[in-house]
C-alpha cells in the first residue's frame, strides 16, 4: 500500500481540459518541491479521466514514469523524474 502522506491531485467530477491544466501544474509544483512520487485521482467511471491523464503523463517531460495503483485502478502513481 502506499503512503498515505504522498501528494494527492484528487480529479474527480472535472472536465479533461481543466483536468489537464490542473495536472501539469502540480507535477510542475511537485518537481519544485523536490517529490518524487505523487498520486493522481482520477477515478474509474468510463475511463475518460483516466484516458486524459495517462495521455498527459505520457508527453510531459518532468514524468519518468507512471503506472496504475495495484490496489485501485482509481488512481495512477506518478515518478518524476530528478
Do not use: Q, W
Not at 19 to 36: C, H, P, S, V
Amino acid at each position: 500500500m502506499l503512503d498515505k502522506y504522498l501528494p494527492k491531485l484528487d480529479l474527480h467530477g472535472l472536465d479533461r481540459d481543466y483536468a489537464r491544466i490542473l495536472l501539469r501544474e502540480f507535477i510542475e509544483d511537485n518537481r519544485k518541491l523536490g517529490n518524487k512520487t505523487i498520486e493522481i485521482i482520477h477515478g474509474k467511471g468510463k475511463g475518460i479521466l483516466k484516458r486524459a491523464v495517462h495521455e498527459e503523463l505520457k508527453i510531459n517531460k518532468l514524468v519518468e514514469s507512471y503506472k496504475l495503483d495495484n490496489f485501485n485502478d482509481g488512481c495512477t502513481v506518478v515518478i518524476l523524474k530528478k
